[in-house]
């Protein structure tokens, strides 16, 4: 049975539970309301939407091709970040994803489908460019959510999923020179001429501070890249998707946000949806993307509702290596969020940050994330 099927049968068994005429189309039934809170998301019609990170452009645009083609919202968002995982470019993300600390990559990624409220992930997850189609096949083809390293791969390769060399050449060069400029007590040496600029390290910011802190601040040094998709259709069923090789040069094993439902994802088809990238570590100790949820389902605009996520992580962040002189972050963590509504937002605790957006045109764009500090 496809997912739409599926789908089909929770819709009509959620309006016959409701008491509502199956013969009513989905545009006048309510979203299975179960608590005060939710029953004024009334289903009102809306205008398909997708958003996801600023990487996302190409997938938005994806993800709202199959939805004008009528494909449920988790095909339209996974094939959605396919595009990036596939791309060798996207050092962030799947295939060409810079490798953990020994050179090897390894993927982690949840999904969650709102109409049937379910999700899967896997982490740490060698071999296998789409994690995301693996994390689709635990929620469809398990008793379980989430799976990692050597499980999650036996289970892939159970259903079929191709094993390949995910460490692009790019890649590689660039975790070798990290490796070479680590530290001048070990015998890794980088080649004649090489300076840290070419490792995306002349900010000026970086001339300030070690080469260590400021990998936290600035992505360009250790990207936690990411991508996170979320689509809403016509009838208001909402999906999401998060992907991502994680921190570069990462310790072997280290899983942070991305997989983690509730942390890096989380849909709830009643309200809507929420995602993020940046330092997963913050992010895992808040469970923002549930938070985020839980804010507009009390009525905070998506934008609002990043926001307040991220005035929480600095709030309960303590660490005194991760703040600078003024007390303030020194990493930054973004989320996007869209509701029932089609409404949609993004935030970042530092500015500069953009998200991708796709409400029907051909072509997706750009917009601005708010932002947590001014500058
Ligand atoms: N947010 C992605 C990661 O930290 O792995």
New binding site residues.
């Given amino acids: 049975m496809n997912t739409q099927t599926r789908s089909r049968r929770f819709f009509l068994k959620a309006a016959s539970l409701l008491g509502v005429s199956a013969a009513l189309g989905p545009a006048d039934l309510l979203a299975v309301p179960n608590t005060a809170s939710t029953a004024r998301w009334a289903h009102k019609g809306v205008r398909p939407l997708s958003i996801a990170s600023a990487n996302g452009l190409e997938s938005t645009a994806r993800a709202m091709h199959l939805l004008r083609d009528g494909r449920d919202t988790l095909d339209a968002v996974i094939a959605g970040v396919n595009i990036v995982e596939d791309d060798p470019d996207d050092q962030t993300v799947g295939y060409g994803g810079l490798p953990n600390e020994d050179g090897e990559v390894e993927l982690?990624s949840c999904v969650m489908h709102g109409p049937t409220g379910r999700g899967g992930g896997v982490a740490a997850l060698r071999n296998i460019k789409n994690p995301s189609l693996v994390a689709r096949r635990v929620m469809e083809r398990s008793d379980h959510v989430l799976l990692v390293g050597e499980g999650a791969l036996h289970f892939a390769r159970a259903h079929g999923f191709r094993e390949e060399n995910l460490l692009t050449d790019a890649a590689r060069e660039r975790w070798l020179r990290w490796k070479e400029t680590l530290s001048n007590e070990d015998d890794w040496l980088p080649p004649h001429g090489f300076e840290d600029r070419d490792l995306g390290m002349n900010h000026p910011d970086m001339q300030e501070e070690s080469r260590r802190e400021a990998g936290w601040r600035d992505e360009r040094a250790r990207p936690?890249g990411?991508i996170n998709c979320l689509a809403v259709d016509a009838n208001g069923d909402i999906s999401g998707v998060t992907t991502?090789s994680?921190?570069a040069f990462k310790i072997p094993g280290r899983v942070?946000?991305?997989p983690i439902i509730g942390a890096?994802l989380y849909v709830d088809n009643a309200v809507g949806a929420a995602g993020?990238?940046?330092?997963?570590?913050a992010?895992l100790l808040a469970l923002s993307s549930f938070l985020i949820v839980e804010r507009m389902r009390m009525g905070d605009h998506p934008t609002d509702a990043c926001l307040h996520a991220c005035r929480r992580i600095a709030e309960q962040t303590k660490m005194k290596r991760l703040l600078d002189e003024n007390g303030r972050l020194k990493f930054n963590v973004n989320f996007y969020a869209l509701d029932k509504d089609g409404r949609h937002g993004a935030a970042s605790v530092w500015p500069g940050k953009q998200y991708a957006v796709n409400d029907g045109n051909e072509k997706s764009h750009l917009l601005d994330c708010a932002a947590l500090y001014e500058s």
Avoid at 276 to 281: A, F, L, N, P, V
């Fill in positions: 982690d936690t990411t991502t994680g921190l942070a946000d991305s890096g993020s990238t940046g330092r997963g570590e992010n």
